[in-house]
């Protein structure tokens, strides 16, 4: 059974900075894509930024040059490194792991339960 379990929420001034972490159990960590999503409170779900198994990232455009996603596959953990944050980064993170399996087949995908980062102005 795959658990995704992050860490490193809280509350932090504008401009200031967080490191969320998330801890992946239950399957070989380096069989998946991950990524790092928000949700603030009245809106959809974003991606934040993923990283797939060669270390390759991508970005949405309002956390480019702010943020930075790094994986450790020794330690089956996934970090996403906030710098610079804005009232507007206020909202629920939620680490999502994509277990690639065939190219005809869907990716199993599994979630962590969230943790709340919150900027004040």
């Known amino acids: 059974q795959v658990q995704l379990v992050e860490s490193g929420g809280g509350l932090v001034q504008d401009g200031g900075s967080l490191r969320l972490s998330c801890a992946v159990s239950?399957?070989?960590?380096?069989?998946?894509?991950m990524g790092w999503y928000r949700q603030a409170p009245g809106k959809q779900r974003e991606l934040v930024a993923q990283?797939?198994?060669?270390?390759?990232?991508d970005y949405s455009g309002s956390v480019k040059g702010r943020f930075t996603i790094s994986r450790d596959n020794a330690n089956n953990t996934v970090s996403l490194q906030m710098n610079s944050l804005k009232p507007e980064d206020t909202g629920v993170y939620y680490c999502?792991?994509?277990?690639?399996?065939?190219?005809?087949?869907?990716?199993?995908?599994?979630w962590g339960q969230g943790t709340q980062v919150t900027v004040s102005s």
């Open positions: 239950g399957r070989s960590f380096n069989m998946f894509k």
């Open positions: 999502k792991a994509d277990l690639l399996r065939s190219p005809l087949t869907p990716p199993a995908v599994y």
């Open positions: 990283i797939t198994r060669g270390g390759s990232t």
